[in-house]
């Protein structure tokens, strides 16, 4: 479900604001969305080097960086550990606390509710973190399979 913009579109975005748009950068956004769900600096390190061995860890952290400057990514702490999202459109996360999945939920209501909030608050929102916590449907169902069976 995430709206993953053209190779073209990209590199007219870095390059708008002075960058340029290497090969690498682009290897390194095509990764952020071919990692899983929301994957760490780590995970899109292992994805690229499939494609480029070349590209440095600290090289994606640093390209990363400049994504979420760029608004191309959002990032996230969760569990000591820093995971990207390339979904920018306003969504919840539900984060599971038994395997650590993080899923997305786009909820229609979100941006009326935040046109709201500052619409009565005078507040302006620049940032937003969306996060439920709770198990998943896998994790889920396998409690219930372990719990002990009823004794009636
Ligand atoms: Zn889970
Ligand atoms: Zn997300």
Same mark, same amino acid.
């Given at each position: 479900m995430t709206t993953k913009k053209s190779r073209q579109e990209i590199a007219k975005v870095i390059r708008g604001h002075g960058y340029r748009a290497t090969p690498q950068r682009l290897a390194i956004y095509d990764a952020l969305h071919e990692s899983g769900s929301h994957p760490t600096a780590q995970d899109i390190h292992q994805t690229v080097l499939e494609r480029d061995p070349s590209v440095s860890l600290a090289t994606v952290y640093k390209t990363l960086q400049l994504f979420v400057e760029l608004g191309l990514a959002g990032e996230m702490g969760f569990r000591d550990q820093t995971h990207y999202d390339p979904e920018m459109e306003y969504h919840v996360h539900l984060v599971c606390t038994n395997c650590g999945k993080i899923e997305d939920l786009h909820v229609d209501e979100l941006e009326r509710f935040m046109s709201q909030i500052e619409e009565e608050t005078e507040f302006e929102?620049? #940032?937003?973190?969306? @996060?439920?916590? #709770? &198990?998943? +449907? @896998?994790? *889920?169902?396998? *409690?219930? @399979?372990? +719990?002990?069976? +009823? &004794?009636?």
């Open positions: 929102i620049t #940032g937003r973190r969306f @996060d439920m916590y #709770g &198990l998943c +449907s @896998d994790c *889920k169902r396998e *409690k219930r @399979d372990i +719990s002990p069976p +009823s &004794l009636a």
